[in-house]
């Protein structure tokens, strides 16, 4: 979001370092794109300490109540969503409502980034988003059409129906008759703005421990939620070493389990066993093969991936170049994959923001509310999350609900290094399909040479189950080659966006340069 950029950039220019600016920015994302992100949210931030030449990574994934069973949704399931955005139950219950909502992480986890690597104070950062959520900000086009935008399925509900879902939604984000608010417009938010005035002064402690952490579960209690105080004390963010891979001469970090570098380091191992250059951009030969290292990867991810500290899983075996040549033989003869109809994916809203600052530091930060719950606790200005309609409904999956518990999500923030040193920074919103895009952005620079805005700009494709969704630019006569291999495609409705929105970052000449896909408000500054 441009604002939220500005913000951060401003921090930059009066001295801040680029921790300082990522809190800043984040909060302030979190007041004008507020079903997005927001201090009712989690995430996940890669960060490269220049100081140490080090990578870290910062978890602060939504974590289920104590409240929670394994089988407590296994009577409501109707069916899984034919997009792979999660199951749909009777109710939606796991999407809307005090049910879907997961303990935030978010606040913890600007705290932990701003006490380690920070300059700035802790009520400094909060200033910008204190202030434009008091005076209000122009609603952007993009907020304005997504409160207009029909989901495709009836049993999701829309952005909108998530705003009428409760009192204090319709309230804070609808006009008095009910009507969204028009791109242009002004929107502020009084309440929110007393909440972080009042984060800003008392410090973390107040969201989990005080009357914000008392509010939200008060809230959620009134109306079966599975939080309890005990849990918001509990929470506890965790620092991970991150996934690390090589591709061709560079070497891959991600964020590990629940987050989704797994499966974007495992789809690359595949890939490097072909000459990709030689096959072509785009061309019908590269959608086949990419779209099947797409799938052995998502395949891996249903039957393998959950939360670590639940389950086992074989992350050294999933990367290994013995069971990665076994996918790419199956590939080379051929062989159309099928993802398994089981697994979880989540839902698509997002947001993500990169900050380099002049000393080398670097912070590739992802945080979301899923697609929000439409709860708002009293008196406070914000939507929780609604993080559990990404659990599988059904015992027995390695993604399937416990108490504490972290579901899998495609967040990916991701940093190349060549030769030791950082030469690009990916992320982006765009849930299950965050993975696919960063993929190909990445083989956009590495294997094609495309400078930043061309590598986020050119057509994009994707593979969850079977068939490959396919950008509109993408010529019809390349999917007919495709399908006579009995690969299945479709052409999405949109030219561009649908598949995620890369923000990448990369270094040219001894400078960093900078792209926002061209589908989405955000966009690249420097001080």
């Known amino acids: 979001q441009v604002l939220a950029v500005?913000?951060?950039?401003?921090?930059?220019?009066?001295g801040g370092n680029a921790f300082d600016a990522a809190v800043t920015a984040a909060l302030v994302q979190g007041v004008i794109d507020p079903q997005m992100c927001g201090i009712g949210g989690f995430g996940v931030a890669l960060i490269y300490e220049a100081k140490t030449k080090q990578v870290k990574c910062l978890a602060f994934h939504a974590r289920a109540g104590s409240k929670v069973?394994?089988?407590?949704?296994?009577?409501?399931?109707?069916?899984?969503?034919?997009?792979?955005?999660?199951?749909?139950?009777?109710?939606?219950?796991?999407?809307?409502?005090?049910?879907?909502?997961?303990?935030?992480?978010?606040?913890?986890?600007?705290?932990?980034?701003?006490?380690?690597?920070g300059t700035w104070s802790w009520e400094q950062v909060f200033?910008?988003?204190?202030?434009?959520?008091?005076?209000g900000f122009?609603?952007?086009?993009?907020?304005?059409?997504?409160?207009?935008?029909?989901?495709?399925?009836p049993e999701r509900p829309s952005l909108l129906q998530r705003l009428q879902f409760s009192p204090e939604a319709r309230r804070l984000?609808?006009?008095?008759?009910?009507?969204?608010?028009?791109?242009?417009?002004?929107?502020?938010?009084?309440?929110?703005?007393?909440?972080?005035?009042?984060?800003?002064?008392?410090?973390?402690?107040?969201?989990?421990?005080?009357?914000?952490?008392?509010?939200?579960?008060?809230e959620?209690?009134?109306h079966s939620g599975h939080i309890t105080l005990s849990d918001m004390e509990n929470y506890q963010v965790r620092w991970h070493e991150p996934l690390r891979a090589t591709y061709r001469e560079f070497e891959i970090t991600s964020a590990p389990l629940p987050a989704g570098g797994l499966t974007i380091l495992q789809i690359l191992r595949v890939l490097e066993g072909f000459d990709l250059k030689q096959i072509g951009h785009n061309s019908p030969s590269y959608l086949f093969t990419v779209a099947q290292a797409f799938k052995s990867a998502f395949i891996c991810k249903v039957r393998y991936h959950g939360d670590p500290e639940f389950v086992d899983v074989p992350v050294d075996e999933l990367l290994s170049e013995e069971y990665n040549r076994k996918w790419r033989e199956r590939i080379e003869r051929g062989d159309v994959l099928t993802v398994p109809r089981i697994g979880?994916?989540?839902?698509?809203?997002?947001?993500?923001?990169?900050?380099?600052?002049?000393?080398?530091?670097?912070?590739?930060?992802?945080?979301?509310?899923?697609?929000?719950?439409?709860?708002?606790?009293?008196?406070?200005?914000?939507?929780?999350?609604?993080?559990?309609?990404?659990?599988?409904?059904?015992?027995?999956h390695p993604n399937s609900i416990a108490p504490g518990k972290a579901r899998i999500s495609g967040m990916a923030p991701t940093i190349v290094l060549k030769d030791g040193e950082p030469f690009l920074v990916l992320g982006a919103p765009g849930g299950a399909r965050i993975v696919s895009a960063i993929v190909q952005v990445l083989l956009n620079v590495i294997e094609f040479g495309m400078p930043p805005i061309e590598a986020v700009s050119a057509p994009r494709f994707d593979?969850?189950?079977?068939?490959?969704?396919?950008?509109?630019?993408?010529?019809?006569?390349?999917?007919?080659?495709?399908?006579?291999?009995?690969?299945?495609?479709?052409?999405?409705?949109?030219?561009?966006?649908?598949?995620?929105?890369?923000?990448?970052?990369?270094?040219?000449?001894?400078?960093?340069?900078?792209?926002?896909?061209?589908?989405?408000?955000?966009?690249?500054?420097?001080?």
Request: aromatic residues 6%; proline residues 6%.
């Open 173 to 218: 984000f609808l006009k008095p008759d009910g009507a969204p608010y028009e791109a242009g417009e002004i929107l502020s938010n009084h309440d929110l703005a007393r909440t972080l005035e009042s984060l800003s002064k008392h410090g973390a402690g107040e969201f989990y421990r005080g009357a914000i952490a008392r509010a939200i579960v008060t």
């Open 127 to 135: 200033q910008p988003a204190i202030r434009i959520a008091s005076e």
């Open 220 to 222: 959620l209690e009134n």
């Open 463 to 527: 593979a969850q189950v079977h068939e490959i969704e396919c950008q509109a630019r993408i010529p019809s006569w390349v999917l007919e080659e495709v399908q006579k291999r009995g690969q299945p495609c479709i052409k999405l409705p949109q030219s561009y966006g649908g598949i995620a929105l890369v923000q990448l970052a990369m270094k040219q000449d001894g400078k960093w340069v900078g792209a926002s896909d061209p589908a989405g408000g955000g966009t690249a500054l420097s001080p």
């Open 138 to 153: 122009i609603v952007t086009a993009e907020l304005a059409r997504s409160w207009k935008s029909k989901e495709r399925f």
């Open 69 to 117: 069973t394994p089988d407590m949704w296994a009577d409501r399931v109707i069916r899984e969503a034919p997009d792979g955005f999660g199951f749909f139950l009777k109710g939606a219950v796991n999407d809307v409502g005090a049910q879907s909502v997961g303990v935030p992480g978010t606040v913890a986890g600007l705290s932990e980034l701003l006490k380690r690597f």
């Open 344 to 396: 979880i994916n989540e839902p698509h809203g997002t947001t993500h923001i990169t900050v380099i600052d002049g000393e080398g530091n670097i912070v590739a930060l992802t945080h979301t509310l899923g697609s929000s719950s439409g709860v708002v606790p009293p008196g406070t200005g914000f939507m929780l999350n609604n993080a559990m309609v990404s659990f599988h409904p059904l015992p027995g």
């Open 6 to 14: 500005e913000e951060g950039v401003k921090v930059l220019r009066q």
